[in-house]
C-alpha cells in the first residue's frame, strides 16, 4: 500500500454535534428538553455511545448572539462550556470520544493545551480539539486582550497556535516525564513554559478542523487529523475528498492522514413518505414566522417585523452603516444591499414567500439525509464503498430524544450492510477513529 | 446565616489531589461515603496535576451530595472563561460547586501566557476583578430569562439579560480591561456559586470580605489554629464562613504516623501528625469555633481509611458534623441563603452586594 494512493475503508462512523445555539434545534415541539440541563447531555452522550458513535462534539460561545443590537429572542441562545462538560461526560461513558470546539483567537495556548491535555488524561485517551478562529473585535470584548487579531493573519495565528500545543504535548522525554521546556515567541504570543503532563494513551488529542477557504484546507491538510467538513452531498463530497487527498499529500503526509466528516441532519421514517411527512413538520418548527422575519432582519440591520412572513421580500433596502452581529460576525452594508437585491430577484422567480425563502435558505438542505431507514443506509453504504467520507457528524433536531431513531433504527440497518462499527475497535478517539500513532513533533531549528 | 443548633455543628473538606486523574471516581465517592461535605481540587503547577476544574467536572456526575470546589487562578486566565467554566461545573454537578479563588505568585505562571508576572498587593486586585467579573457574568441572566413562549417564537426574555459592562478600577495596577456580557450561558443552579478565597487575600485594600463566602485560614501549628480562627472572625465579621486549613498524617495500618513522614513538608499549613483519636479531640472544638475544617490527607488511600472509620463518625456521634444533605447545594453546605439576582426586576430594592 503506497501513501500516495486513497484507499476506502469501506466503513463509515458517527459523530454527534450538540448544537448549543440556532434554529436548527426545536425548542418549540413538546418532546423537546432542556439545552443547558446535564441530564440532556448524558442521555445524548450515552445513546450515542450505545451506537458505538466514534465522537460527541460541543461548540463553544465566546459571545451571546445579538440580534439588532439586543440578545437575539427567538432560537436557542447558551450553552455550557465545552471541557467542562466533556469532562463531567467523561465521567459517564466508556468509550465515546469527546471533542471540544475552542478557539485559537481568545484562549492562551499553554493554558489551552494543558487543559485539553488534562481532558485527553482524564477520559483515557478520548479527547479531541475542533480548532476555530475568530477575529472580530465583537468577541474580543469579553476578553482582556480585545480585538488584536487582523482577518488576514487568523490562519498564519492558528497554526502556530496549533505548532505551540503539539509541541507542549511531545515535550515528554518518556511517556511518564519529564518534559522538555517549550518556548514560542512570535507576533501575538511569547509562550515559556515547562509542560507537566504525561503522554496520553492515544499520545495527544486528536485534532479536527473545519476551515473551508483554500487557506483553511491547507491548514487542515498540514494539521488536521480529521475535517469537520460543509460538503455532505455524495458528489460534492467526492470532489472535496479529491482536494484534501492532494493537499495532505502535498504537505507531505499520506493520501489517508486526513480524515473527513461532513455535519449533517438525519430525518428519518418507517416509510419515505413518513420522512417526507416528518420533514416538513421540523422545518416549520424550525423557521417559524418570527424567525423568518428576523433572519431578513439580520441582513438588512433592521426592522421588518411590518412584513407579511407569507408575502413577498420587503422591497426597501438594508442599512448600509449597520452590521448586524446574530451569527456573531459583521456584515456589512455595501454587501447586504446587493445581496437584498439577488435575494428579491431570486424569491420572486421561484414564487416563495418569506418563510419559504428563508427556510430554503437556512434548511441544511445539501445535508440533510431524509427517508427510510433503509433507504438513508443504502445511501451511506455507497459514500462507504467509494470512500467520499469517512463519517458523519450529525446534529440532531432535538434535544435530548434527537438520537435515539438514529441509533435504533439507522445504526442496525448499517451494520447490516458491514458498513457501520459493531464494536468499538479499541479505547481511545485515536483507535476508534483508525488514525495512525502521530509522529512527535519536533523542536523548530530556530529554536 | 444559620440556627443556633447548627451553628454548634461544622463541615468538612477534603483534599482531593492526591486521587491524581486515574482513581478520581473512587476517591470522591470514598469521600462522599465518609460523609465530607465538600471535595477541593488543587492546582499548583506541579508535575503531573490536570486541571483542577475539570477533575471536579469530572467528580459532578458520579456523586450525589459531596460539593466540588476547584482552586482556579485569577491572575493568569481570562475571566470571561473561569465563569463560563464554574458556572458549568455548577450544571454538571447539580448545584454543588464551589470556586476557591487563588492568585498565583509564579513567574512561571505568567512566562506561561506570557504576561508580566504580577505581585504583592495587585494580586489581590486581580483576583477581586476576577471574582466581579464572575458574579456580574453569573447573574446576568436572570432565573427565569428563559421562556420558551412559543407564541410569539422567543426562546428567551431580552429585558432579562443584562450586559456585565465590567471594568477595571482606575487605580488597577495590572493592565486595565473591561469583559462585556451577558454570560454564554444560563444563570448557575445555584444562582451565585460560593467563593472561597485565602484569608490573607481578603480584606480591607484586598478582596472585599462581602466578595466572597467564606475564607481558609491556616496556623503555623494545629495548636495555633483556633487563635487563628478568632482573629479572622474578629476581622472579617460574621458574613462569611471560616474554614481552617489542616493537613494530616495519622497512625495507620500499623505505622506509626510520625514514621511515615518521607517527604520535607512545606505547603505553608499546619500539620497534624499522630492518631485518629488525638485529631478527633483536635477537630472537635475547632470544628465550634469555625465553620468548617479543610483537611489535606499527606496520602489520600492511607488517610482516608482512618478518617472515614474512626474520625468522622466519632464527630458525628458527638454531633459535631453536619448531616449531609442529600441532593443539596453547596450553599446548603455554607449555611448561605439563596442568591439574589441584583438585576432581579422582581426583587422589592437593587441588590448592590456581590453576592
Do not use: C
Amino acid at each position: 500500500m503506497t501513501r500516495d494512493i486513497f484507499q476506502p475503508s469501506g466503513q463509515i462512523q458517527f459523530g454527534i454535534f450538540f448544537q448549543g445555539v440556532n434554529s436548527g434545534t426545536i425548542w418549540k415541539a413538546p418532546q423537546a428538553g432542556s439545552q443547558t440541563d446535564f441530564e440532556s447531555f448524558r442521555h445524548i452522550a450515552q445513546t450515542a455511545e450505545r451506537g458505538k458513535f466514534a465522537a460527541f462534539f460541543l461548540g463553544e460561545g465566546l459571545r451571546l448572539r445579538e440580534h439588532l443590537g439586543r440578545p437575539h429572542a427567538l432560537d436557542v441562545v447558551g450553552r455550557p462550556d465545552a471541557q467542562t462538560m466533556l469532562a463531567a461526560l467523561a465521567a459517564v461513558t466508556k468509550n465515546i470520544g469527546l471533542v471540544a470546539t475552542q478557539n485559537t483567537t481568545y484562549n492562551d495556548p499553554a493554558d489551552l493545551a494543558h487543559r485539553l491535555q488534562s481532558l485527553d488524561l482524564i477520559s483515557g485517551g478520548r479527547a479531541a480539539w475542533n480548532i476555530v478562529t475568530t477575529d472580530n473585535a465583537w468577541t474580543g470584548a469579553n476578553f482582556r486582550r480585545g480585538g488584536y487579531l487582523d482577518h488576514a493573519d487568523r490562519y498564519k495565528h492558528a497554526e502556530a497556535f496549533v505548532e505551540t500545543a503539539k509541541r507542549i504535548w511531545d515535550s515528554w522525554e518518556t511517556p511518564t516525564g519529564p518534559a522538555r521546556p517549550v518556548l514560542h515567541e512570535g507576533q501575538h504570543y511569547t509562550v515559556d513554559v515547562t509542560p507537566r503532563l504525561p503522554r496520553s494513551a492515544q499520545y495527544r488529542p486528536v485534532l479536527f478542523q473545519a476551515g473551508d477557504s483554500p487557506d483553511g484546507r491547507d491548514f487542515a491538510a498540514r494539521q488536521a487529523d480529521v475535517i469537520f467538513s460543509a460538503h455532505p452531498k455524495f458528489d460534492d463530497a467526492v470532489e472535496f475528498r479529491r482536494d484534501i487527498v492532494a493537499r495532505s499529500i502535498a504537505a507531505g503526509r499520506g493520501a489517508n492522514a486526513v480524515q473527513i466528516m461532513p455535519a449533517s441532519e438525519f430525518i428519518l421514517g418507517a416509510t419515505d413518505q413518513e420522512a417526507q411527512e416528518k420533514k416538513a413538520w421540523v422545518r416549520s418548527l424550525q423557521i417559524g414566522p418570527q424567525q423568518a422575519i428576523a433572519y431578513l432582519e439580520q441582513f438588512w440591520g433592521r426592522e421588518l417585523s411590518s412584513y407579511d412572513p407569507d408575502g413577498s421580500l420587503p422591497e426597501i433596502d438594508p442599512v448600509v452603516e449597520e452590521t448586524s452581529e446574530t451569527r456573531g460576525s459583521g456584515f456589512h452594508g455595501a454587501k447586504a444591499r446587493q445581496l437584498a437585491d439577488q435575494w428579491r430577484a431570486e424569491a420572486k422567480d421561484k414564487g416563495l414567500s418569506i418563510r419559504q425563502f428563508v427556510t430554503s435558505k437556512t434548511a441544511r438542505i445539501d445535508a440533510t439525509f431524509t427517508g427510510s431507514y433503509t433507504t438513508v443506509a443504502d445511501h451511506l453504504a455507497e459514500y462507504a464503498r467509494v470512500g467520499a467520507v469517512d463519517g458523519f457528524n450529525i446534529s440532531p433536531w432535538l434535544i435530548p430524544t434527537g438520537l435515539d431513531e438514529i441509533v435504533n433504527h439507522l445504526v442496525p440497518e448499517l451494520q447490516e450492510r458491514g458498513v457501520y462499527p459493531t464494536e468499538y475497535r479499541g479505547t481511545t478517539l485515536r483507535e476508534n477513529l483508525g488514525l495512525e500513532t502521530p509522529v512527535r513533533s519536533e523542536e523548530p531549528a530556530h529554536a | 446565616m444559620s440556627t443556633f443548633e447548627e451553628r454548634k455543628a461544622g463541615f468538612l473538606a477534603i483534599e482531593l489531589d492526591g486521587a491524581g486523574y486515574q482513581n478520581l471516581a473512587t476517591a470522591v465517592l470514598a469521600a462522599e461515603s465518609a460523609g465530607f461535605h465538600a471535595a477541593t481540587f488543587k492546582d499548583t503547577p506541579e508535575a503531573g496535576r490536570t486541571n483542577a476544574l475539570q477533575r471536579a467536572a469530572f467528580a459532578g456526575p458520579v456523586t450525589r451530595t459531596i460539593a466540588v470546589v476547584p482552586e482556579v487562578d485569577t491572575v493568569y486566565t481570562e475571566p470571561f472563561h473561569v465563569s463560563t467554566q464554574l458556572a458549568s461545573l455548577d450544571y454538571v454537578s447539580g448545584g454543588r460547586a464551589g470556586w476557591i479563588a487563588t492568585a498565583a505568585v509564579s513567574p512561571e505562571a505568567a512566562a506561561a501566557v506570557g504576561r508580566s508576572f504580577v505581585e504583592g498587593d495587585a494580586l489581590a486586585q486581580e483576583a477581586a476583578a476576577s471574582i466581579e467579573v464572575s458574579r456580574r457574568l453569573w447573574d446576568s441572566w436572570e432565573d427565569d430569562a428563559v421562556i420558551r413562549d412559543v407564541a410569539t417564537g422567543r426562546y428567551i426574555d431580552v429585558d432579562k439579560l443584562h450586559y456585565a459592562d465590567f471594568e477595571t478600577p482606575a487605580d488597577f495596577a495590572g493592565t486595565a480591561y473591561s469583559v462585556k456580557g451577558p454570560s454564554i450561558i444560563p444563570r448557575p443552579l445555584q444562582g451565585q456559586l460560593p467563593v472561597l478565597a485565602a484569608v490573607s487575600l481578603v480584606g480591607e485594600g484586598l478582596v472585599p470580605v462581602d466578595a466572597v463566602d467564606a475564607v481558609l485560614v491556616s496556623a503555623p501549628t494545629p495548636e495555633l489554629l483556633a487563635a487563628e480562627v478568632r482573629d479572622a472572625r474578629a476581622r472579617l465579621g460574621s458574613s462569611v464562613a471560616i474554614i481552617a486549613e489542616l493537613d494530616v498524617l495519622l497512625d495507620s495500618r500499623g505505622q506509626a504516623a510520625a514514621s511515615r513522614v518521607v517527604t520535607s513538608h512545606d505547603s505553608g499549613i499546619a500539620r497534624f501528625v499522630g492518631t485518629a483519636a488525638v485529631l478527633t479531640e483536635l477537630l472537635a472544638p475547632l470544628l465550634q469555633e469555625a465553620d468548617g475544617v479543610r483537611l489535606h490527607p499527606a496520602v489520600l488511600d492511607v488517610e482516608l481509611e482512618e478518617l472515614s472509620r474512626l474520625v468522622l463518625p466519632e464527630l458525628r456521634r458527638r454531633g459535631l458534623l453536619r448531616a449531609p444533605i442529600q441532593d443539596g447545594t453547596f450553599r446548603d453546605v455554607l449555611g448561605l441563603a439563596p442568591a439574589e439576582n441584583r438585576y432581579s426586576t422582581t426583587a422589592a430594592a437593587p441588590v448592590a452586594a456581590g453576592k
